[in-house]
């Protein structure tokens, strides 16, 4: 099985930055995907980002294509998130998920994280 640790959620004002970290430990493939979902109370799970583990090619949702900026490092087994110019409405828990296909759907991801917070006060 895949395990993923998510880090680096937390606390900020509206504009500034978190860098969110994913780690992948046990039975990893270097062409796995690994992804970025997000869930706010009473809100429906929703896709932010993804990136292949072959080429790096990457997926991100319109609501944030423009302020994101997703990555990954190969030798470390290790994805990240870089959010600028957060948004109250970015407020959510953060989960790290990984799969086969670079996709938006949840149920196209066969692993999943624990979670991060990310609260972005106004």
């Not at 409405?89 to 989960?95: H, R």
Request: aromatic letters at 12%.
């Amino acid at each position: 099985q895949v395990q993923l640790a998510e880090s680096g959620g937390g606390l900020v004002q509206a504009g500034g930055s978190l860098r969110l970290s994913c780690a992948a430990s046990g039975r990893t493939f270097t062409n796995y995907v690994m992804g970025w979902f997000r869930q706010a109370p009473g809100k429906e799970r929703e896709f932010v980002a993804a990136v292949q583990g072959n080429n790096y090619k990457t997926k991100l949702a319109d609501s944030v294509k423009d302020r994101f900026t997703i990555s990954r490092d190969g030798a470390k087994n290790t994805m990240y998130l870089q959010m600028n110019s957060l948004k109250p409405e970015d407020t959510a828990v953060y989960y790290c998920a990984s799969g086969w296909t670079l996709s938006d759907y949840a149920a196209h991801y066969n692993y999943w994280g624990q979670g991060t917070q990310v609260t972005v006060s106004s």
